[in-house]
């Protein structure tokens, strides 16, 4: 009987050394870019640091990529990758990687344009069906352009490519294409659009007769999915989903409720984490809780307006958050439904510890790399997946 027990201590004692550490300091030991500005409810920002307890490893599978945008984990566990220079490529869980894969339409790579969101048909096993946004040059400039393609069985080319929507207007300039894309639980297409960054257009991000600025949601052929508890105001486009936003870089559905939630790149400070929902306005360029890049005030300097939502979480100074992901495997329990942010300038991941809506803690992994973290994703091991600008594939979990 003695024996019993001690075996079952000991197997808490290692429960218990392998849960999330909690700090009562933050993460963050920068000053803000706008120290004026002031979170609208405790926890908003600067929430208290976690720590794995979970010793795992991080490794480097590959380094050849060039310049990789977003990444999905195919049936088999490998991973189709997007290249900002229009390139499609798959890298295996070992880090062998493909020739390019040929038949991507020409794109625009100037600045932050080029080859960007990915997504796979969920029914993809049957019909090798892809889905992805690239820069579209075109008379007048250039802009996001969602297109469906067939992989081949020989997975050496893409064909049958169809533009299924592109967000308009069309702009000459080189920034804020959002360009992220996430399938819903029936089917229907999530994608994400900035408002191309200049001042001119930046105001279209509250001007409901452009796709400029919003999240939408299409069907696999374009068509926009139209809510009939929700008719569309005057002049407003039916698939806009939710407005307001500057360049949204992630999106993902949380694996339990369903919810959508979204990372949106803010001007100097103000990255915003928010949950989106259908009719919302989430206030860019009205609120923020950044600033010019100048130094200067962004419009009437507000944080927030009634008719405008609240980010669930925000940083200052910025830290630049690119795609993002549910952790949802078993490899590290404490991991479990975790929300994991790609963070370009501040060239980290972040892991953010979640109860319900709020965010509850917030750690940062790989920091000691110095790579700009572009996308991350769930492999189907378990493990968690990154991409980096440098070209870096790593991996993240136990052996």
Same mark, same amino acid.
């Given at each position: 009987m003695a024996k019993i027990i001690f075996a079952v201590a000991g197997l808490l004692l290692v429960v218990a050394c392998t849960s999330t550490k909690f700090t009562t300091s933050s993460v963050e030991t920068l000053p803000p870019n706008s120290p004026q500005y002031k979170p609208a409810f405790e926890g908003q920002t600067r929430i208290a640091a976690v720590k794995t307890g979970?010793?795992?490893?991080?490794?480097?599978?590959?380094?050849s990529l060039e310049k990789p945008w977003s990444m999905a984990a195919l049936p088999d566990?490998?991973?189709?990758?997007?290249?900002?220079?229009?390139?499609?490529?798959?890298v295996a869980a070992n880090g062998t990687a493909s020739n390019k894969i040929t038949g991507v339409p020409a794109v625009d790579a100037a600045g932050q344009g080029g080859l960007l969101g990915l997504a796979l048909d969920p029914d993809f096993s049957n019909n090798r069906m892809i889905y992805f946004v690239f820069s579209e040059p075109v008379t007048g400039g250039n802009h996001a352009a969602v297109a469906k393609a067939r992989l081949k069985d020989d997975e050496t080319a893409i064909e049958n490519v169809?533009?299924?929507?592109?967000?308009?207007?069309t702009h000459n300039g080189d920034k804020h294409n959002g360009g992220k894309l996430a399938f819903n639980k029936d089917g229907h297409l999530f994608v994400t659009s900035g408002e191309r960054s200049?001042? /001119?257009?930046?105001?279209l991000a509250q001007d409901n007769s452009t796709s400029l600025g919003k999240i939408l949601l299409i069907t696999k052929?374009?068509?926009?999915?139209?809510?009939?508890l929700m008719l569309p105001k005057p002049n407003q486009r039916s698939e806009i989903f939710s407005s307001g936003h500057r360049n949204p870089l992630g999106i993902a559905i949380h694996p339990t409720t369903g919810d959508i939630w979204e990372a949106e790149m803010g001007p100097k400070g103000?990255?915003?984490?928010?949950? /989106?929902?259908?009719?919302?306005?989430?206030?860019?360029?009205?609120?923020?809780?950044g600033i010019e890049y100048s130094g200067a005030t962004i419009g009437e300097g507000l944080t927030h307006k009634e008719g405008y939502e609240q980010p669930i979480y925000y940083w200052d100074p910025s830290i630049s958050p690119g795609g993002i992901a549910f952790y949802t495997g078993n490899n /590290?329990?404490?991991?479990?439904?975790?929300?994991?942010?790609?963070s370009l300038?501040?060239?980290?991941? /972040?892991?953010?510890?979640?109860?319900?809506?709020?965010?509850?803690?917030?750690?940062?992994?790989?920091?000691?790399?110095?790579?700009?973290?572009r996308d991350v994703a769930m492999g189907k091991d378990g493990k968690l997946y990154a991409i980096t600008d440098e070209g870096r594939m790593y991996c993240l979990g136990r052996e």
């Open positions: 979970t010793v795992y490893s991080s490794k480097v599978i590959t380094k566990g490998r991973f189709l990758i997007t290249e900002k220079e229009g390139n499609l490529r798959i169809t533009v299924i929507y592109r967000v308009t207007p200049d001042m /001119i257009t930046r105001p052929t374009g068509q926009a999915v139209t809510d009939p103000g990255d915003e984490i928010n949950i /989106i929902r259908r009719a919302v306005n989430y206030g860019w360029p009205v609120i923020t809780y /590290i329990q404490e991991w479990q439904h975790n929300l994991f942010v790609a300038s501040g060239k980290h991941i /972040i892991r953010l510890v979640l109860d319900g809506n709020k965010v509850t803690g917030e750690e940062r992994l790989l920091g000691s790399e110095n790579q700009r973290f």
